[in-house]
Every structure is written in structure tokens, then in C-alpha cells.
């Protein structure tokens, strides 16, 4: 099936625009992809998705995508990212952050082309996210240069990619990758 990458930035209604995209299927796996014990971060908005859809909260991505059997919602790599340099102990690591991080993402990118649902993944967009309160923090500036090399993996592997801007969805499916390592 077909992985869609849904960018924007916050409170662009990305993840209310990629639940739309799976809105006719009667079961949904949602992953929230945060680590399993974070309390800090709220659960998604009531009513944003159906009841019936299951949700789960994990930072392995690749395995939840092999074991759903619907299609799954993935949202987001921003706390994705985050979740993964805390659990590995790697903001202070920029060069064993990226190898860690390109690892993952060599086994989520077979994943999503290999999975026989549909899948929507949203993330930031980095270019549109709002500025670190310290712009010389070096572990804002980690995740800042991650999570554009994320973005860039994700959508050269997505067969349909949306951006959120100014109230509308722009469909870059079709406009040419450029600067994907």
C-alpha cells in the first residue's frame, strides 16, 4: 500500500488531516510515538480519531508496523526523535546519535514500503517549527539537524507526501527529492 508523510508546523492541523486520510477504515492503529512511560505529554485531542481505533504509545515504530494488521497512524517523529535521544543517552552524542537514528530509519523505511496497509506518518516540518527557547543549546540544535535528516528519510521512502500551510494541504508527491542521504 502507500506510506504518506504529513508535514507541518505546530498546531498546523497535521494530525487532524492525516487521521482524515485514514478516516474510511473501520480500524486504525494509532502510534504515539513517545516512549511508553512519558506522563508529561497529553493524549491526542477527544474526538480527533473514531473509538474504535487502537492506540498505542512506543518508540519502536518498526515493530509496530509489523504487527498491526490495519492500517496504522503514526504520530510523531518530532517526539520520536526526542523519545530516542533520551532512552539512548544520545543528545550528547551527535555522532553516535546519527548512527543510532540511521539505523532505525533503515529498518522503518523497509517497513513502510513493505507493509500491505496504509500507513500515515506525521512529523514537524523543521523549517516551520517553532525556534528553542536557547538556539545555542546544543542538544535544541541536535534535534533540529535530525529531525530535518528524519523528515528527508521518511519522505523518500513515502509514496505521497502533504504539507500544512496557511490553512491548506500542499501535495508535494510528486515534486523531486533533493538532499536525501
Do not use: Y
Request: a negative charge; aromatic letters at 2%.
Amino acid at each position: 500500500m502507500t506510506a504518506t508523510l504529513v508535514l507541518g508546523g505546530p498546531r498546523s492541523g497535521k494530525s487532524h488531516h492525516a487521521a482524515a486520510l485514514l478516516a474510511h477504515h473501520p480500524m486504525v492503529t494509532v502510534v504515539e510515538a513517545l516512549p511508553q512511560g512519558d506522563a508529561l505529554t497529553p493524549p491526542p485531542p477527544q474526538g480527533q480519531c473514531p473509538p474504535e481505533w487502537r492506540s498505542m504509545r512506543t518508540l519502536d515504530l518498526t515493530r509496530a508496523l509489523l504487527a498491526s494488521r490495519h492500517p496504522v497512524l503514526i504520530d510523531d517523529l518530532g517526539g520520536w526523535l526526542r523519545g530516542l535521544l533520551a532512552e539512548d543517552g544520545l543528545a550528547g552524542h551527535p555522532d553516535r546519535a546519527r548512527k543510532v537514528l540511521d539505523a532505525r530509519l533503515d529498518e522503518l523505511g523497509v517497513a513502510l514500503r513493505a507493509v500491505p496497509f496504509d500507513v500515515v506518518v506525521v512529523s514537524p516540518e523543521p523549517a516551520l517549527a517553532a525556534r528553542p527557547s536557547d538556539p545555542a543549546d546544543p542538544v535544541e540544535q541536535l534535534h533540529g539537524d535530525l529531525l530535518s535528516h528524519v523528515t528527508r528519510r521518511v519522505s523518500a521512502v513515502s509514496g505521497r507526501v502533504h504539507v500544512l500551510l496557511g490553512g491548506r494541504v500542499l501535495d508535494l508527491s510528486s515534486a523531486p527529492l533533493v538532499g536525501v542521504v
